[in-house]
């Protein structure tokens, strides 16, 4: 059965390794989408190399440069940016797994709305559970999302 994933964080190293599988298991994955804050250059990398449909960058100013990079290449990733953008692409109806490893808080809110919606997700976040525990967790049981730390 095939996987529709989005990676919160896939510049950093929990990041890239999930790739690392991906790469490995391609009949068994579709990435939607992958995240970043800033990284650029990393992140074209990773769009040549696998086309999600979607790419964000929280940073404005490094999502635009992306943009120019990436138009002259024709890809058909489109980019996004800002914070509610990547929230958005962890709640898409098309994504059956979310892998959490934006690192910080910063992976709190994406993470706690996609187990709103459901979804499996991987969690190499864990200040998902220390900052917020509780309510994490009651979110998950009430959703019937499945938790993978």
């Not at 990676?7 to 929990?14: E, R, V």
């Amino acid at each position: 059965m095939r996987q529709t994933i989005t990676i919160l964080g896939s510049t950093g190293s929990i990041g890239k390794n999930t790739l690392n599988v991906i790469r490995q298991h391609r009949e068994q994955f579709d990435l939607f989408a992958i995240t970043a804050y800033r990284q650029v250059d990393v992140l074209l990398r990773q769009i040549q190399e696998f086309e999600p449909k979607y790419a964000v960058l929280v940073d404005p100013i490094a999502a635009s440069l992306l943009e120019k990079k990436l138009k002259p290449l024709a890809y058909k990733t489109e980019v996004l940016s800002g914070e509610n953008a990547v929230i958005d692409v962890a709640c898409h109806d098309s994504v059956d797994t979310l892998m959490a490893a934006i690192v910080g808080v910063a992976g709190l809110r994406p993470t706690y709305e996609a187990a709103k919606t459901g979804k499996r997700i991987l969690l190499a976040n864990k200040e998902t559970l220390v900052a917020s525990g509780a309510l994490f967790m009651e979110q998950v049981h009430a959703s019937g999302a499945q938790l993978i730390p």
